[in-house]
Nanobody, 124 residues
Framework: QVQLVESGGGLVQAGGSLRLSCEAS????????MGWYRQAPGKQRDLVAG???????NYADSVKGRFTISRDNAKNSVSLLMNSLKPEDTAVYYC??????????????????WGLGSQVTVSS
């Protein structure tokens, strides 16, 4: 089993900042990409930012220049610093990790693990 535990999020005024953090634990052999998706009410879940184990990053156009993703490979954790927040950033943010996990029979299988989601609300 692989678990992702998120922290951070909350309510902030437009122009403010928040930090989301996520730590993976469990039967993990290695982790490739980690990052965040978000889903606003009535909309699909979209990629916000991702980072590989080598540090390569990608961002949604709507957050470039405002959000910064970082990662601590030793701790299997990822963080998202969100600056200059806008009301349209309001959504539930989901952490993900593309892991290679070890099962009870010793096989290594890839899977994408998800966190439970953190609410981010930006008031105007």
């Amino acid at each position: 089993q692989v678990q992702l535990v998120e922290s951070g999020g909350g309510l902030v005024q437009a122009g403010g900042s928040l930090r989301l953090s996520c730590e993976a634990s469990g039967s993990i052999v290695s982790i490739n990409a980690m990052g965040w998706y978000r889903q606003a009410p009535g909309k699909q879940r979209d990629l916000v930012a991702g980072i590989t184990s080598g540090g390569n990053t990608n961002y949604a156009d709507s957050v470039k220049g405002r959000f910064t993703i970082s990662r601590d490979n030793a701790k299997n954790s990822v963080s998202l610093l969100m600056n200059s927040l806008k009301p349209e950033d309001t959504a539930v943010y989901y952490c993900f990790a593309d892991v290679l996990r070890s099962d009870p029979w010793g096989y290594h299988t890839p899977r994408r693990a998800w966190g439970l989601g953190s609410q981010v609300t930006v008031s105007s």
